[in-house]
């Protein structure tokens, strides 16, 4: 299937606000980022059923996933955000309409949770998406100037990006060399959650990054050492890990690995380029990375550089 690119935003356009994973604690955060985004000179509106609750979910999964369709039907819409993670996205998977879908692309944000629907849609329907910032969390008020920065312009920019001048401590190369294909990956816990279901991406010669939140080091240990079980990890082009927030052990009684260790063991079971400690996931700043996007890394150095643009 070939990928499909959204649209490039431009100033004026209009930007669709849904909640397809869990439910946001505060609903003023919501105001607050439409606040953000009319700022800057977008038109904003939200799902029907954003400020929906059913337990740990933003509503039943049928509403979750009629607010998406409903983005994607309009052709008024240029772009759709999430306005949080959470969980509830990979139950709606089965229930979207990827015609729908590819003959209407559209700009797709989130990280976190949404990685499940991220990977689908470019399984599914080829279409490029946006692990970034997310409207209810990052959006609620000005992001720092690199994560802004860097969000606005992969959205609205019909140039390739050249290496990225990342923020914060510089990465670290775990197993040099140098790799090009596709960016795939994101959260952790639901790239692993996806295999072996029809939802999978096709993860051979990828750029693998990763990310994940509040998981003890033993998690994260068994999680990469499925992919590795599954051949994911050699059969990838490499690998790249981000922020492991709060991936720490609930008992310092009891010994651990440090997740410094497990990714280095992790580097060596892959045998692939490896680079650690970028920033995207669930801290700032935070990168915006283009799931199916075709880039180059080269872990040596340091260094990642988009080879095309990701919208058109």
Request: glycine share 10%.
């Given at each position: 299937?070939?990928?499909?690119?959204?649209?490039?935003?431009?100033?004026?356009?209009?930007?669709?606000?849904?909640?397809?994973?869990?439910?946001?604690?505060?609903?003023?955060?919501?105001?607050?980022?439409?606040?953000?985004?009319?700022?800057?000179?977008?038109?904003?509106?939200?799902?029907?059923?954003?400020?929906?609750?059913?337990?740990?979910?933003?509503?039943?999964d049928c509403?979750?996933?009629?607010?998406?369709?409903?983005?994607?039907?309009?052709?008024?819409?240029?772009?759709?955000?999430?306005?949080?993670?959470?969980?509830?996205?990979?139950?709606?998977?089965?229930?979207?309409?990827?015609?729908?879908?590819?003959?209407?692309?559209?700009?797709?944000?989130?990280?976190?949770?949404?990685?499940?629907?991220?990977?689908?849609?470019?399984?599914?329907?080829?279409?490029?998406?946006f692990h970034?910032?997310?409207?209810?969390?990052?959006?609620?008020?000005?992001?720092?100037?690199?994560?802004?920065?860097?969000?606005?312009?992969?959205?609205?920019?019909?140039?390739?990006?050249?290496?990225?001048?990342?923020?914060?401590?510089?990465?670290?190369?775990?197993?040099?060399?140098?790799?090009?294909?596709?960016?795939?990956?994101?959260?952790?816990?639901?790239?692993?959650?996806?295999?072996?279901?029809?939802?999978?991406?096709?993860?051979?010669?990828?750029?693998?990054?990763?990310?994940?939140?509040?998981?003890?080091?033993?998690?994260?240990?068994?999680?990469?050492?499925?992919?590795?079980?599954?051949?994911?990890?050699?059969?990838?082009?490499?690998?790249?890990?981000?922020?492991?927030?709060?991936?720490?052990?609930?008992?310092?009684?009891?010994?651990?690995?440090?997740?410094?260790?497990?990714?280095?063991?992790?580097?060596?079971?892959?045998?692939?380029?490896?680079?650690?400690?970028?920033?995207?996931?669930?801290?700032?700043?935070?990168?915006?990375?283009?799931?199916?996007?075709?880039?180059?890394?080269?872990?040596?150095?340091?260094?990642?550089?988009?080879?095309?643009?990701?919208v058109r």
């Open positions: 299937m070939e990928p499909v690119k959204p649209r490039a935003l431009k100033r004026g356009d209009l930007i669709g606000l849904v909640s397809p994973a869990s439910p946001i604690a505060d609903l003023s955060r919501i105001d607050q980022a439409v606040r953000y985004l009319e700022s800057l000179g977008y038109r904003v509106r939200t799902g029907d059923h954003v400020t929906a609750s059913h337990g740990y979910l933003a509503g039943n509403d979750r996933a009629a607010d998406l369709h409903a983005m994607f039907a309009d052709r008024s819409v240029r772009a759709v955000f999430c306005i949080r993670g959470g969980y509830g996205t990979p139950r709606l998977l089965h229930l979207l309409d990827y015609r729908l879908i590819r003959n209407n692309p559209k700009i797709v944000a989130g990280y976190s949770d949404i990685t499940a629907l991220e990977l689908a849609l470019w399984r599914k329907a080829g279409l490029i998406t970034g910032p997310m409207a209810g969390v990052d959006l609620a008020g000005p992001p720092d100037p690199f994560t802004e920065e860097m969000f606005w312009s992969m959205l609205s920019s019909k140039k390739k990006r050249g290496p990225i001048l990342l923020a914060g401590p510089s990465p670290k190369g775990l197993r040099p060399g140098r790799a090009s294909g596709r960016l795939l990956g994101g959260n952790l816990a639901l790239v692993v959650s996806l295999m072996g279901t029809p939802y999978q991406p096709d993860l051979r010669e990828a750029l693998l990054f990763l990310e994940d939140i509040s998981e003890e080091p033993y998690r994260i240990d068994r999680m990469l050492t499925q992919l590795h079980n599954a051949g994911i990890l050699r059969r990838s082009g490499a690998i790249l890990t981000g922020q492991f927030t709060d991936c720490v052990p609930q008992d310092t009684s009891k010994p651990s690995l440090s997740l410094g260790q497990i990714l280095e063991e992790t580097a060596e079971l892959a045998g692939r380029p490896f680079l650690s400690g970028l920033p995207f996931g669930h801290e700032s700043p935070k990168m915006t990375l283009p799931v199916g996007l075709r880039a180059r890394i080269d872990a040596g150095a340091g260094t990642l550089e988009f080879l095309e643009a990701a």
